[in-house]
Every structure is written in C-alpha cells, then in structure tokens.
C-alpha cells in the first residue's frame, strides 16, 4: 500500500455466461491454483442447481443471497493509551461485498457431504431466503458492533 497517493483497483471483467461482475468475482474466488475453469464450472453448476429448485433467475438469486449477506458493521481493533478497543465502523460497499462472497464460500466449504457445486448451491439458496450460516455470521459481526457501541467515539 502506497504512503502517498491512491490504489488503482482493478475490477475483473464480467463472466462469459452471465455477463455479471458478481459471478466473475465469485469465480475469482472459488478458484485455487490458477485452475479457472475448474472453479467456473463449480459456479455455473452451482447456478444451474438452483435454477432447476428455485425457478428464477439464477443471477437474481445470487445478487439477493449477497446483498443479504453483505454486513453493514464491522468492528476493529485501535489501541488508545494500553488498552484495545473494538470500535464498530460502518463497511466501504466493496468491502462488504467482497465479505459476503468469501463468508458464502467458507460456509459452502463448511458443508458436509456432495459435491462444491451442490454445496454452493444450497448455501446461495439459503442465503438468498434470509438463512444459513453465512447469515448468522452477518448477524453475529452487527451484534459485536452493537455490543460496542460505547467505543464509537473512538473511530478515526
């Protein structure tokens, strides 16, 4: 990170299917090892698995699963004379997305058995109804922030 100056954030160009950044930013982040269209085919097959049980539009569904996954508070760390507070600040808009796809990840991860795609699938859907673990972790990190409310004060 530069002293001076600004970070010129580069965006991924949107996927070939969907033409979504969204999609293209979930396969950027499944992804391990360089192996690309691995991970494309786990999220096209995730995308199809819930097109097939929903009957909506898979995109849509996805974009509901991440804006209801995306946190609106987070809380960190500032150490003022000895002792560290956890101070709630309020999440940039990139930032939270990037959060919301990477809590639906591990959550999928976390999934006992089938496969990722199927994994995925199930954690989007449920994501998207307002459920799940990705959920409850949004709601654990809002709780954290609310606890510690008193140290706003504290934000820099």
Same mark, same amino acid.
């Given at each position: 990170?530069?002293?001076?100056? &600004?970070?010129?954030?580069?965006? !991924?160009? !949107?996927?070939?299917?969907? #033409?979504?950044?969204?999609?293209?930013?979930?396969?950027?982040? =499944?992804?391990?090892?360089?192996?690309?269209?691995?991970?494309?085919?786990?999220? %096209?097959?995730?995308?199809?698995?819930?097109?097939? &049980?929903?009957? $909506?539009?898979?995109?849509?569904?996805? +974009?509901?699963?991440?804006?209801?996954?995306? !946190?609106?508070?987070?809380?960190?760390?500032?150490?003022?004379?000895?002792?560290? %507070? &956890?101070?709630?600040?309020?999440?940039?808009?990139?930032?939270?997305?990037?959060? *919301?796809?990477?809590?639906?990840?591990?959550? /999928?991860? *976390?999934?006992?058995?089938?496969?990722?795609? +199927?994994?995925? *699938?199930?954690?989007?859907?449920?994501?998207? @109804?307002?459920?799940?673990?990705? =959920? @409850? $972790?949004?709601?654990?990190? %809002?709780?954290?922030? &609310? /606890?510690?409310?008193?140290? *706003? #004060? %504290?934000?820099?």
């Amino acid at each position: 990170m530069p002293r001076r100056g &600004q970070v010129i954030r580069r965006e !991924p160009s !949107p996927d070939a299917k969907y #033409h979504s950044m969204i999609v293209a930013r979930l396969v950027n982040k =499944i992804m391990m090892q360089g192996k690309k269209t691995t991970a494309e085919g786990i999220v %096209y097959d995730a995308l199809n698995i819930m097109e097939q &049980q929903e009957s $909506k539009a898979p995109v849509n569904v996805l +974009e509901q699963a991440v804006k209801n996954a995306t !946190p609106l508070l987070e809380v960190k760390p500032r150490r003022v004379g000895g002792a560290t %507070y &956890q101070v709630p600040v309020e999440v940039r808009a990139d930032r939270g997305l990037s959060l *919301a796809i990477r809590w639906l990840i591990k959550s /999928a991860r *976390a999934r006992t058995g089938k496969s990722m795609a +199927e994994k995925l *699938a199930a954690e989007l859907s449920d994501a998207s @109804k307002g459920q799940g673990a990705t =959920i @409850k $972790k949004r709601e654990d990190m %809002y709780k954290m922030a &609310q /606890a510690n409310r008193a140290f *706003a #004060h %504290y934000r820099w």
